[in-house]
């Protein structure tokens, strides 16, 4: 495991600001950038991936044997037929919905067109899947952010202090919001969703705005859209506040209270279908508040499309630990028995185990961080043992 180091500063003034013509020779160089927004200028760090870029990335959703798994052997092996049939109906109805999310590009449709429904969504849907989205506009192949990303699948910027603030005083009525919801459920077992809220454009368009305007000036957008190969747009903002007593990381089997926790519970691989996210710190994250984590050049896992689809289905209903939804998948064929959050399944100790630990990079950072990533590497965060953390989750689609 490895937490954020800082090394060798170059201050770098440039002609134009807001460019990001620049190139790293050294993995241990980062730069303070001068950017520009609309109305201020600001300064951004990149900061380096703590190892130098990896290899070849095996797929680690296939090496869980669930036949052999102690949470869920005896499940296998009793599955009944009813239950497998039951299981497989469960799974072809979450597949098809999925093929038509992913013909569609869903993730990709803004937040304020899937809210409205109708019409309008069906339209961006039918774009999608024409695929009529404006080309990606030229963009420099050095430029530190996409270089980083494309060789560890993350990319870590800093703002400078003042701009952290203006973002952080705009997003206060939203956070105290947030607050009280989260209160209100005090007594209810949390899940993961109940730490987060969306941000409309419509109703918060400052909010949006400043957000947006952040990620272009930083150079995160146009890095998004060269590593992706067309012209992102800010779908989602979501604000998340996650303390100690969420729960959705403990307690991984509910029914077998003695199994100690995994050391990669809640690693996993977003089923979203291969966006980014930007996850802006909005405080500061020690190694107690739940800093985001990243297996680094896990981005170019060895994975077949199938069993991508398969795990992102999967994902959609039948990856819960509790052993009603264990049961169930259990039940599935051997083929389909994998999913995108894996690391509650993997056996501590076991090769799988061992190579997440070895290429975790621990983002711990003062509030202003940006973490940009890939979302089908392997990452979790947010599972907070002191304090409050309080982040702005951004996915760019
Ligand atoms: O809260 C975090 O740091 C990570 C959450 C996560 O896995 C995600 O947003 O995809
Ligand atoms: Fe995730």
């Known amino acids: 495991m490895h937490t954020l180091s800082t090394c060798n500063l170059q201050n770098l003034s440039l002609d134009q600001p807001g460019q990001t013509k620049l190139a790293i020779s050294n993995p241990c160089d980062y730069a303070a950038l001068v950017m520009e927004t609309n109305s201020e200028s600001f300064s951004v760090q990149i900061i380096p991936a703590p190892l130098p870029r990896g290899s070849q990335f095996p797929d680690l959703a296939r090496s869980v044997d669930y036949g052999r798994h102690p949470a869920y052997q005896t499940l296998v092996t009793q599955a009944g037929l ?87 005083a705009i997003a206060a009525a939203h956070f105290d919001m947030l607050t ?41 957008m146009d890095a998004a859209s060269a590593y992706l190969g067309r012209a992102v747009q800010l779908a989602d903002v979501n604000p998340q506040i996650n303390d100690a007593s969420d729960s959705f990381w403990r307690d991984i089997f509910p029914d077998m209270p003695e199994t ?71 039940a599935l064929p051997k083929a389909l028995r994998r999913k995108g959050s894996f690391g509650n399944d993997l056996e501590p100790g076991s090769d799988a185990a061992r190579l997440i630990a070895e290429r975790s990079w621990s983002i711990e950072g003062p509030a202003g961080s940006i973490v940009l990533f890939d979302t089908k590497g392997i990452h979790r965060g947010g599972m907070v043992e002191h304090g409050e953390r309080r982040v702005i989750t951004c996915v760019l689609g």
């Not at 809640?266 to 996850?279: E, F, M, P, T, V």
């Open 82 to 168: 009813f239950l497998r049939l039951r299981a497989l109906g469960s799974f072809v109805k979450t597949f098809t919905g999925l093929l038509a999310k992913r013909i569609t590009r869903y993730e990709m449709i803004p937040y304020d067109l899937r809210n409205s429904g109708g019409l309008a969504m069906a339209r961006q849907g039918l774009k999608n899947a024409l695929r009529l989205n404006s080309p990606t506009a030229p963009f420099s192949g050095d430029a530190p952010v996409l270089a980083s990303l494309r060789d560890h699948g993350i990319a870590v910027v800093q703002i400078d202090e003042q701009a952290h603030d203006r973002l952080e």
């Open 260 to 330: 100690p926790l995994s050391p990669t519970a809640y690693y996993h691989r977003d089923a979203s279908g291969g966006d980014l996210k930007a996850i802006f710190y909005i405080s500061d994250v020690g190694p107690k508040n739940g800093p985001f984590t990243y297996v680094l050049g896990s981005h170019q896992a060895d994975v077949r499309r199938i069993d991508d689809l398969i795990c992102e289905a999967n994902d959609h209903g039948l990856s819960a630990t509790d052993r009603a939804t264990r049961s169930l998948f259990a």
């Open 180 to 220: 009280k919801r989260r209160k209100e459920r005090e007594n209810e077992t949390r899940q993961f969703e109940d730490s987060r809220s969306t941000v409309s454009r419509t109703s918060e368009p400052e909010l949006f705005d400043r957000i947006e305007s952040l990620l272009h000036a930083a150079g995160i």
